[in-house]
């Protein structure tokens, strides 16, 4: 099975932690992959992420694939393959 | 409304004052718009920087030290001893809104005195005082100094240290102990009028044109302040250096001279790292609610220390700019540069620099002194910090500045500037439009004339795709003129993360009651900038200048996700000369015209 490296940073470190998570999974898609951690690490991670309303990620949030952000890949159905690195950010600012 | 300036003739010691009428007040508003209307009129083309005839000025705007919410900022403008054009530096602590207290919209200097001075304001007073024993004296001591000489611990004072006595190019003005008006050398143009420190006490309260109608303005900016996830969450918990993860992850944190833009242990220099590693204390600017400075205190030898910050820019400028991630060691350094008075993100980049020079076998060792000035040494950071603030050693080489330290040792294409002010810290070749933004900055090399990392990279007010440059001219142009604004009525720009142009409108016209559109506000941003593009402009700087470092242009990036990428300025560069209305980099007469300028 695909293993993926998953990453949180800012608040997401108290649900994934403060390293690179090595995952096992079948999730093809980022969005399969977002259930699939929520189910792992508790559904706080979706209602961080993903907007109730829309189901897509929440305006702010950072989810990138390899170093490039989904919103201009495929989104959450973008297609994951062995030894991707997702990495997870909610909303930062500064100057 | 008016505006009442006080100016002070440093040479025969005259204090006076002068009314800003209600005219022009409108069409340049305060802060940034007012200090450049000064300087435009009242300086002559070509003058020395350092000459009795540049002015110095510290100015406030109309929503300073009122409800208005993040409005305990000023500004400071004059004429730039690094780049030769326009230096303006905006600036947060208790300051500003005290000066209003005391009942001034800001203080223009000219002249330069005789001997050490500072300037003591007291609710509608001014005299200029002896600062013989405060000359050498760092900032921290100064301000101690001054209050236990004035006997009053609720003086609020911006000064200089060693650094703008002796005129590195790059010294800053320091206020309340660790808040700075950085970058363009205000600090040096200060030390050369011989002129200390500005104290300043006030008693008075500021006047609105429509108090109530203020207070319902403000109760619906808090709100959105309070629920925004940058203002609200992430900036007052892990302050600004919570982009050190975001910006490296994306390939684009400047890391040894620019030389790539990924930092394999930027997470060690990190907001969350600070947060679990230094922090003590939040500590808010005047009447801030989103409180994202930092209190930090360093236990362990070598580095320790108690002060405050480092902020994104300084963790990144004294950590990957120089190959460093020794929290400790740029907490120190940074707090060296906030008591000697130093820009730390042209120190960290011209450091940057000479680590690059000498790596290359450029800079002999016999002009170090046995400093090891390699990539990645941190005792190096901390000793530069103090021999570039007293110019002592190599330390007066690195005062010059990365574009004439680089130009002294032949090698001008491994200085990162531009015109002549060192660059920030987000890769442009990663974030073209960002790339955009610093070419055309009237001050030289600035990430906050046009914040283009807030679509490009964050995603406010909305995403845009940093690989691409289509569009891009417009964004820079609308971030420029907004934040025109954000430093003319004075207001911190971190409150454009959760208000837009309308609820800044809302805000503004209970204080003023000027009664703006939308569009006008935006128009009054577009006069000031095209006003300090005309200044700059008679000081020599025209399309040539408006461009990058060539490792930006030229140098793909070597690694991390942009890969391969360079700015492709080219792409941008007319389109948004189109959308300013300029020709080559000057305004064109009709655009004079449309805003009022002619």
């Known amino acids: ?95 | 409304m008016q505006l009442k300036l006080l100016r002070v003739n440093l040479s025969n010691q005259k204090i006076w004052t002068q009314t800003i009428d209600d005219e022009t007040a409108r069409k340049y508003v305060g802060g940034r718009g007012l200090g450049v209307k000064v300087l435009y009129d009242e300086l002559k083309p070509g003058i020395d920087p350092f000459s009795p005839e540049n002015k110095l000025i510290f100015m406030t705007g109309p929503v300073t030290g009122t409800a208005f919410p993040l409005s305990g900022r000023f500004h400071v403008i004059t004429k730039s001893p690094l780049t030769g054009g326009i230096a303006d530096s905006n600036c947060g602590g208790d300051w500003g809104p005290e000066l209003r207290f005391a009942g001034f919209d800001g203080i223009v200097f000219e002249g330069v005195a005789k001997a050490p001075r500072y300037l003591w304001v007291r609710d509608e007073k001014a005299e200029l005082r002896d600062a013989e024993k405060l000359w050498g004296k760092g900032v921290w001591d100064t301000e101690d100094m001054i209050r236990d000489e004035l006997g009053d611990p609720k003086i609020k004072l911006a000064s200089i240290g060693p650094a703008g006595e002796r005129l590195v190019l790059f010294a800053a003005i320091i206020n309340d102990k660790h808040r700075a008006a950085g970058r363009g050398g205000v600090g040096a143009v200060m030390g050369s009028k011989n002129l200390k420190s500005v104290a300043v006490r006030g008693m008075g309260k500021v006047s609105v044109a429509d108090l109530k109608g203020l207070e319902v303005a403000v109760r619906r900016a808090v709100e959105k302040i309070r629920s925004s996830a940058v203002t609200g969450k992430s900036l007052p918990e892990l302050g600004t250096a919570v982009l050190v993860n975001v910006i490296n992850e994306i390939g684009a944190y400047p890391t040894r001279n620019f030389q790539t833009g990924v930092f394999p242990t930027a997470n060690k220099t990190s907001g969350e790292t600070m947060r679990d590693k230094i922090l003590v204390s939040n500590k808010p600017c005047w009447g801030c609610i989103v409180r994202c400075g930092r209190v930090t205190k360093v236990k362990e030898p070598p580095y320790q220390v108690e002060g405050e910050g480092p902020e994104y820019e300084t963790v990144w400028s004294m950590g990957a700019m120089c190959g460093v991630d020794d929290l400790n060691a740029i907490t120190k350094a940074h707090n060296i540069c906030d008591d000697l008075g130093i820009d730390p993100i042209s120190f960290g980049s011209t450091v940057a620099c000479a680590m690059e020079l000498y790596e290359k076998g450029l800079i002999p060792k016999e002009k170090l002194y046995g400093l090891e000035l390699r990539f990645g040494n941190p005792q190096a950071i901390v000793e530069l910090a103090w021999l570039t603030g007293y110019r002592s050693g190599f330390g007066n080489e690195i005062a010059l500045g990365a574009k004439r330290l680089a130009d002294k040792y032949n090698a001008p294409d491994l200085a990162m500037h531009v015109k002549g002010m060192e660059l920030p810290a987000y890769d442009p070749r990663a974030i073209q439009g960002h790339g955009l933004g610093y070419a055309t900055s009237n001050r030289g090399g600035c990430h906050l004339r046009a914040y283009m990392i807030a679509p490009e990279v964050i995603g406010i007010p909305e995403k845009l795709d940093p690989y691409k440059t289509e569009g891009k001219a417009q964004w820079v142009k609308t971030f420029q003129d907004l934040f025109c604004i954000a430093d003319s009525l004075v207001f911190c720009k971190f409150l454009t993360f959760a208000l837009n142009a309308d609820d800044l409108r809302e805000l503004t016209n209970p204080i003023t009651g000027w009664n703006w559109t939308t569009d006008e506000l935006m128009r009054t941003g577009d006069r000031i900038y095209t006003l300090e593009r005309m200044f700059i402009n008679r000081e020599g700087f025209g399309r040539k200048d408006d461009t990058l470092p060539k490792r930006m242009l030229e140098e793909p990036l070597p690694e991390g996700p942009a890969k391969g990428r360079v700015n492709r300025l080219k792409e941008m560069l007319d389109d948004y000369y189109k959308v300013r209305g300029w020709r080559n980099g000057k305004p064109t007469k009709a655009k004079l015209k449309e805003i009022g300028l002619a």
């Open chain 1, 1 to 95: 099975m695909p293993k993926i490296f998953v990453r949180g940073y800012a608040s997401l470190r108290e649900l994934l932690g403060s390293r690179d998570l090595e995952i096992v999974t079948d999730a093809e898609t980022v969005g399969l992959l977002i259930d699939f951690l929520a189910e792992r690490f508790g559904s706080n991670l979706r209602e961080m992420l993903l907007d109730p309303a829309t189901k897509n990620i929440l305006k702010g949030n950072k989810v990138l694939v390899n170093g490039r952000d989904v919103d201009f890949l495929q989104g959450l159905t973008t297609k994951l393959k062995d030894g991707d690195r997702v990495v997870l950010f909610p909303p930062s600012g500064g100057g």
